[in-house]
């Protein structure tokens, strides 16, 4: 609980002062503790870890030393094509009043979402 030596009487007074402040400390048996970053990570392998609670609000404190591992960076995901049928073309074609090209146009730039193709159109109306 506490590094170095300490005489076990007062070890003991010193754990009753605590309590009688609220104060808590607990050693947790902990394998490993890992802190992830956007960039890189730290594992901290078999830390000591202690829990301390003062007042109900716990605090955690490792000691050890991390093994620090860089990120790759991961290539974003590649969009995903989606098909946009000849009825829905018809469709948004139809409630917008405009050709089928324009209606096709619109499902692809909002990824066949027919309900955004539609006031994407709308809104283009009112703009001209």
Do not use: H
């Amino acid at each position: 609980m506490f590094p170095g030596k300490v005489n076990p009487r007062m070890l003991k007074k010193m754990q009753k002062m605590m309590k009688d402040f609220g104060m808590e400390t607990e050693d947790l048996d902990v394998r490993k503790v890992i802190f992830v970053f956007d960039d890189e990570e730290w594992v901290f392998e078999e830390p000591k870890v202690q829990v301390m609670d003062i007042l109900g609000v716990k605090t955690y404190s490792i000691t050890g030393k991390p093994k620090k591992i860089k990120k790759e960076k991961v290539e974003e995901e590649e969009e995903v094509k989606v098909e946009i049928t000849e009825e829905d073309v018809e469709l948004v074609a139809k409630q917008c009043n405009v050709s089928k090209e324009e209606a096709r146009k619109a499902l692809e730039e909002c990824n066949g979402d027919i309900a955004e193709a539609i006031l994407k159109l709308e809104e283009e109306k009112e703009e001209n």
